[in-house]
């Protein structure tokens, strides 16, 4: 259970989607434009309640589509508003255009984006094939592992994002996290409010004073310097989504990092995951640690900008490696978190460590502590030289033949 | 940003998000693709102002006159590119502005 850490907190009983509009509910934001969608509905759901019953002053945009709701909400934050929108899976494909246009115009919006596959075939559950599609969209992706962290990851967001001048979501594991109540503590609105703080855009097309264009034509001689622009202000998220979360801990306790070391320091064997199955993944290790086996587990919490060198020094004595993606690429071979850190490790110099990567939960099936021990178990033998690294994808909890 | 036809800016010099300050228009000379001109007729004009509210270019001069108020100077031919909508739009009766081919 969630210890209180801040003086003025509150516990509370919330599912994740209950504390996520919560979050925006004390985030009251200008403009929020949505569209209903499972797993994600209750955030807009609630969120709407809020301004019908006079809680917010946010204007409050029903949408015929998710296109429109990205269309609406990026043009909320260009007009001058803090913007924020909802949704999951298929919404976040049919977003996928002005997703974007948001992160090209260079737009601080903030989405609360549940985890949930990708169709066909029709799936509402968790894993995190939606988000993963939209990884290299110019998105600052910030994942949570349970109810508090999307709480605080949202409150972050929103700083890191008008600081970053790069749209974020904060996302959650559909279901697993949306739909589960768990004991989260939440901070006061006004200690909310003071730490976001206002939002004054440096230019906003409402400023009639000082008209300006955007979205205009650039074709091969200005183009390429505006992508340069946008990639380096991803790279310059990093140190700004480290700086938002010592700020936050400081105001309220609670530490965060652009990644999550757990008993890695010694570990001879661990396993990189994202989300939710980080919770399955610390109970494995605890057990493998009684037991006197050095496993370890490394979290990624903010997926882009991707820390890439940080991690690669912190898995430098790791002798064998799992990495866990709650999504494939059907690329042919391995899946993105895999890739993104087999190069990391690639390009920072260290090829001690054999990695693996396996494929689990899509569409929300199970993975439990028994599939995570064998992963282990796996590593164990890798490091000792008795198996062979696998070369290929591997799946966890799937028929095969 | 003022971007000059010879000196490319660089990625560090660009304001972000592709941001072009307001009337960087007036630096693009549409008039050379004109190839009808109107032609307007002082004399005729009542200042209806019909011509300036239909020019897609704004390229319909005004200015301010003590007694009549908004009254229309001219044409801006650096931009007008000779649609042909203001003599179109020109009440008949008045018919202070018709098309010319444009000399060559």
Known sequence: MIKPVYSKGKLAAKTGNEVMAEAMRQIEPDVVAAYPITPATEIVQIFSQFVADGKVKTEFVAVESEHSAMSATLAASAAGARAMTGTSSQGLCLMWEMLNIAAGLRLPVVMAEVNRAISAPLNIHGDQSDAMGARDTGWIQIYSENSQEAYDNMIQAVKIAEKAKLPAMVTTDGFIISHCMEVVETYPDEDVKKFIGEYKPERYLLDTKRPFTMGSIELQDYYFEHRWQLAQAMRDAKKIAVDVAADFAKTFGRQYDLYEKYKLDDAEIAIVVIGSTAGTAKVVVDELREKGVKAGLLKVRVFRPFPAQDIAKDLAKVKALAVLDRADSCSGTFAPLYSDIASALFANGITSAKVVNYVYGLGGREIAPNHIAEVYDTLGKIAAGTQKPSTDVNYINVRIK | ?104
């Not at chain 2, 031919?77 to 909508?85: A, F, L, W």
């Open chain 2, 1 to 104: 940003m003022k971007k000059d036809e010879n000196v490319k800016l660089t990625a560090a010099q660009l304001a972000i998000g592709g941001l072009v300050e307001a009337g960087t228009g007036e630096a693009f000379h549409t008039g050379s693709w004109r190839s009808d001109r109107p032609v307007w007729n002082k004399d005729k004009c009542i200042n209806c102002l019909t011509c300036w509210i239909s020019c897609p270019d704004s390229a319909i001069k005004t200015a301010q006159d003590e007694k009549k108020g908004t009254v229309v100077v001219g044409i801006d031919y650096d931009h007008c590119k000779g649609c042909g909508i203001c003599a179109r739009e020109c009440p008949p009766k008045v018919a202070a502005l018709h098309m010319e081919a444009e000399k060559k």
